[in-house]
């Protein structure tokens, strides 16, 4: 498993909470792509499929800064999202394990990464996810937010707390169907590769992360493209946002921004999983020495 189950909850948390900081920042520019794609385009303005195409193109027009508009909100939303996303697989795993065996099978792991997605999605992920969707939209079109604070006390004063709320259903059911293929994919492979004796380095670490961010990025484009158009800065329902889907661009139109999300689960599947490796082994020598402490 990825979670050693003598490993303490405090380090599947800090470990988790610093590994998403470190993948969303180094990998945002793909998301900011990707999400500029997926809402609605601005008449006689096309956007770019062709995810280096939108970089470059916001790069010319608008300058770095640009690029980063919601950083900060994804980054703490990333601390957030997988260090409870680790804490609550390793917690909810541990109840899915195989009485006999005490291992998981196959679909045990995707049950387990299904259900603490939705722990992250209810706690962390879709306020955050809002917010970044909001600033990203209002920065082409109306440029009425002065920054995620005030993004922030906009939402809450015209929608209320359930306007951070806005979403929740294509979040949730994207985090559920993310959490269960990447943390899922992940520990498979991990399971394949121990019971074959292949050592588990930083590349191997790397790699499987890699491929669990193509498989979650195919399985959860419809729900991620729904969830993109309901939290707009204007926002709208999970039925408005299928409809409005369809009528753009038909069934195809929910795997829009596909390109741009691959760009980046590629390499933060990867960065990810090797980041929390790295975390997890520095800090659990650490939380053994306070604990030996505490017993003398």
Not at 94 to 110: I, Q, V
Not at 169 to 195: S, V, W
Request: include cysteine; charge should be positive.
């Amino acid at each position: 498993m990825i979670i050693d189950p003598q490993t303490p909850a405090i380090v599947s948390l800090a470990a988790g909470g610093v590994a998403g900081a470190i993948e969303a920042f180094s990998t945002y520019p793909f998301e900011f792509a990707k999400t500029r794609v997926q809402l609605r385009e601005q008449k006689g303005v096309p956007t770019p499929k062709n995810p280096f195409k939108v970089v470059r193109q916001v790069y010319t027009t608008e300058g770095i800064k640009a690029l980063y508009k919601g950083c900060s909100t994804l980054v703490i939303g990333s601390i957030g999202k997988d260090g409870i996303r680790f804490l609550s697989f390793d917690t909810i795993k541990n109840s899915f394990k195989d009485p006999e065996t005490g291992t998981l099978s196959p679909l045990r792991n995707l049950a387990a990464g299904m259900a603490s997605g939705v722990v992250a999605s209810l706690t962390a992920v879709t306020p955050t996810e809002r917010i970044k969707t909001a600033l990203i939209d209002d920065a082409r079109t109306e440029k009425r937010f002065l920054g995620m604070t005030h993004c922030i006390k906009t939402i809450l004063k015209e929608d209320g707390i359930m306007g951070l709320y806005r979403g929740l259903a294509g979040t949730t059911l994207k985090q559920a169907g993310a959490t269960a293929f990447r943390m899922g994919t992940y520990n498979i492979l991990k399971d394949y590769e121990r019971t074959r004796d292949i050592p588990q380095t930083t590349l191997t670490n790397f790699a499987n992360g890699s491929v669990a961010g193509i498989v979650t990025t195919l399985a959860t484009q419809p729900f991620d493209t729904i969830k993109t158009r309901c939290q707009s800065a204007k926002g709208a329902s999970t039925v408005e946002a299928f409809q409005s889907i369809v009528a753009d661009y038909g069934i195809t139109g929910f795997w829009r921004g596909t390109t741009m999300r691959l760009g980046r689960t590629v390499f933060s599947g990867g960065i990810l999983f090797t980041t929390y490796e790295w975390a997890a082994a520095l800090m659990m020598p650490l939380v053994k020495i306070k604990e030996e402490r505490l017993r003398e």
